[in-house]
């Protein structure tokens, strides 16, 4: 399966965004799709996970209660909603597929990521 990030772009601290990502086909039932980002010069970072057959979601620490993952399965598409952007938001952010739903890198398929930068 091929992803499609987008949605990324230059904000202010406060703000909002939705980034987007395409599946090229429906996913199985029992694929987990999941947001991760990578802060300029550091390691790549889980955000959120979502099952897509079953409302279970998950939120890395520091994005609990500002950002939202969503999906639409008639779309094949999921969402992260961010809202009150912290400019330590900044990243490139990546989805990514796979059959687990985990925390880790262990995910299958990766978009090509959009960057989304935060001024102060």
């Known amino acids: 399966v091929q992803l499609q990030a987008s949605g990324g772009g230059l904000v202010q601290a406060g703000d909002s965004l939705r980034l987007s990502c395409a599946a090229s086909?429906?996913?199985?039932?029992?694929?987990?799709m999941a947001w991760f980002r990578q802060p300029p010069g550091r390691e790549r970072e889980f955000v959120a996970p979502?099952?897509?057959?079953?409302?279970?979601?998950a939120y890395a620490d520091s994005v609990k209660g500002r950002f939202t993952i969503s999906r639409d399965n008639a779309k094949n598409m999921i969402y992260l909603d961010m809202n009150n952007l912290k400019p330590e938001d900044t990243a490139v952010y990546y989805c990514?597929?796979?059959?687990?739903?985990?925390?880790?890198?262990?995910?299958?398929?990766w978009g090509q990521g959009t960057l989304v930068t935060v001024s102060s």
């Open positions: 979502i099952r897509w057959s079953r409302d279970s979601t």
């Open positions: 086909r429906r996913p199985y039932s029992s694929t987990v």
């Open positions: 990514a597929s796979g059959s687990t739903f985990s925390t880790s890198n262990d995910y299958r398929y």
